[in-house]
């Protein structure tokens, strides 16, 4: 049993990752670059949690940051909990203006990732994709046993179920909160911010998409940011955007100042961290 839940344990820290790092801030957002065999190592073992082709996966989260909360949106709450939660994964080929060729020009040029997306079918896409990953763990179970296969297994579809229900809890106002202001629904909520590795301050990540780090404030742990941190440190990336509160902060105020300014009265206020460490300053002192 031990072994059984450190394989498990181990398995989902490094698909999820692979996610996180790989599939959402490398692919998606270019937040960092990387030579090619570290980028595929990290898409790789996001492949294995049975997530779908990286261009697929890169193509509908750069709309979902392009048509935020609208109708658009692939997979905003506001057009029903239930379709931004699994519904969407039904289409059976690309909307319109979900055109990958638009959206993810860049990755394309990869014949590896060209290959996984099979040419735009998106059942054939998603069917290779969990091939791939029911393979690998066919190797691991005459390797290592069916102990190990089926925990990796199991990781994986763990791993799978956590974007599909970050795209419902991170955007309902009512679970999370606001660091920044702006027009769509984003909220930072704790718990998924530790379950997605740090997608979950999904706030601070609107804010700022291309930034390789989105766990702001000290309480806001980022083990995708360490990570990419460390792998700077030991040359295995050769670039990082990293947005600071400060440089966020200061947009957010420009941002409610247009806002007053044109009478329009945002639908989530911010909380105001300056402010309250400013009174924690002052009590202090006193």
Known sequence: ???FITVFLVSYVLHACGITIGYH???SHRAFTCPKPVEYFWVFLG???????????????RAHHRWTDTEKDPHSPRNGLMYSFTGWLSEKEY???????????????DPIYRFLECGG????????SFAIGFGFRGILWALFGWQVALASLL??????SIPLMLNVICHLPSLGYKLYAGDDDSVNVWWVGILAMGEGWHNNHHASPGSARTGMMPWE????????KTMHKFKLVTRMNVATHYQLYRASMKRQLVQARSGKVPKHRPIDV????????RVRAS
């Open 274 to 281: 300056t402010s309250r460490k400013r009174k924690r300053a």
């Open 221 to 228: 742990f980022d083990l995708s940011w360490l990570i990419i």
């Open 121 to 128: 079918n998106l059942p054939m896409g998603h069917a290779l």
């Open 95 to 109: 909307l319109p203006h979900l055109d990958p060729h638009t959206q993810c020009k860049d990755l394309f040029k």
């Open 155 to 160: 990781a994986g579809f763990a791993v799978l």
């Open 1 to 3: 049993m031990v072994e």
């Open 47 to 61: 492949l294995l949690a049975f997530e779908g082709s990286p261009i697929w996966w890169a193509t509908i989260h």
């Open 25 to 27: 801030r490398l692919l």
